[in-house]
């Protein structure tokens, strides 16, 4: 490989680096009103992008009813993420917001009055290859670490992200929102199938953090 072939290759990884590092959770339209959002630390100490209504009156809701979580956009599912793969995603979102907001409030069947209404969704999932370290930038290592790209070596970060939306009692106004986004288990390559347990420690995370934060409401 020349010189300036080889210096081809480094600007445009490095840029194509770059751009990856810069990405924010993407707004995937399932809430009502993105503006509202500012960042917050969530009580695991990760970042938060949130809202809560001023006039939230917190007192009243006593109970909680959590709508069952699905992908917004639904997703086309693939041979590293199989339909399989997603339901269990969602039946283990689900197990761990009523595990885990039913520990500071009653879990119900259905919305009423009295109860803060609460709707997630899974608005990103994927499995992309890690970006290259900063070694593997060096002229002798470069094509080394792009042959393993191409041949499907490298490990693939498992990415998964949500949005929730808090609505009072059963008339549906919105008193809170939320974005959280997260790095699962890694896949080893590109014929290793991604299965719930990938991203289970990032779900786990997303459900205390709720939960503590219900004694700290969403900003």
């Keep these: 490989m020349s010189r300036r072939h080889l210096l081809t290759v480094m600007l445009t990884t490095t840029l194509s680096l770059s751009?990856?590092?810069?990405?924010?959770?993407?707004?995937?339209g399932f809430l009502k009103d993105y503006g509202l959002l500012t960042p917050h630390q969530a009580p695991s100490g990760g970042t938060?992008?949130?809202?809560?209504?001023p006039k939230w009156p917190r007192g009243r809701y006593i109970e909680?009813?959590?709508?069952?979580?699905?992908?917004?956009?639904?997703?086309?599912?693939?041979?590293?993420?199989?339909?399989?793969?997603?339901?269990?995603?969602?039946?283990?979102?689900?197990?761990?917001?009523?595990?885990?907001?039913?520990?500071v409030m009653k879990v119900v069947d259905t919305p009423g009055p009295n109860t803060l209404v609460v709707r997630p969704a899974?608005?990103?999932?994927?499995?992309?290859?890690?970006?290259?370290?900063?070694?593997?930038?060096?002229p002798i290592t470069l094509v080394a670490a792009g042959v393993s790209s191409a041949v499907g070596l490298r490990d693939r970060d498992s990415e998964i992200a949500t949005e929730l939306s808090f609505e009072a009692g059963t008339g549906g106004r919105v008193v809170g929102e939320a974005m959280l986004?997260?790095?699962?288990?890694?896949?080893?390559n590109d014929r290793q199938v991604m299965t719930a347990a990938n991203v289970k420690a990032v779900l786990d995370?997303?459900?205390v953090d709720l939960r503590q934060a219900y004694a700290a409401p969403l900003r």
């Design 19 to 28: 751009a990856c590092s810069s990405n924010k959770p993407a707004q995937a």
């Design 48 to 53: 938060v992008l949130s809202w809560a209504d």
């Design 64 to 103: 909680v009813y959590l709508a069952p979580s699905r992908f917004y956009p639904a997703p086309e599912p693939s041979p590293r993420i199989p339909q399989a793969t997603l339901a269990s995603i969602t039946h283990y979102y689900d197990a761990v917001l009523r595990k885990e907001i039913g520990k």
């Design 122 to 138: 899974i608005t990103h999932i994927s499995a992309d290859a890690q970006p290259l370290r900063f070694y593997e930038w060096l």
């Design 181 to 188: 986004a997260g790095t699962g288990v890694p896949l080893e």
């Design 205 to 207: 995370g997303w459900g």
